[in-house]
Nanobody
Framework: QVQLVESGGRLVQAGGSLRLSCAASGRTFSSYAMGWFRQAPGKEREFVAAITSGGSTYYADSVKGRFTISGDSAKSTAYLQMNSLKPEDTAVYYC?????????????????WGRGTQVAVSS
């Protein structure tokens, strides 16, 4: 069993930056692929970024070049650095973990989820 807790979400102006953190506890952090998803009001939860234990990354087109996913095995923490934020990035951001050695980009591929952290970007 893995427990995930997100933090770092807040209100920020357009063009600003935020770093979200996802603290994992339970099983060995380095055994999992990690991902970030987001869900805006009235919309489906969508993929944002993913990283494998080996460091391979993948991004949704909407965030490519602006967001960076990373992981720190020593701290059992995954991060999402978000730059050049836009109002359309406003959403609840969720961290997820998957029993996988490859990048996972679909919701159903993840085994554990955090409760989310709210990001709001004002124009």
């Amino acid at each position: 069993q893995v427990q995930l807790v997100e933090s770092g979400g807040r209100l920020v102006q357009a063009g600003g930056s935020l770093r979200l953190s996802c603290a994992a506890s339970g099983r060995t952090f380095s055994s999992y692929a990690m991902g970030w998803f987001r869900q805006a009001p009235g919309k489906e939860r969508e993929f944002v970024a993913a990283i494998t234990s080996g460091g391979s990354t993948y991004y949704a087109d909407s965030v490519k070049g602006r967001f960076t996913i990373s992981g720190d095995s020593a701290k059992s923490t995954a991060y999402l650095q978000m730059n050049s934020l836009k109002p359309e990035d406003t959403a609840v951001y969720y961290c997820a973990a998957a029993h996988s050695q490859v990048v996972v980009t679909w919701r159903g591929g993840y085994d554990y989820w955090g409760r989310g952290t709210q990001v709001a970007v004002s124009s």
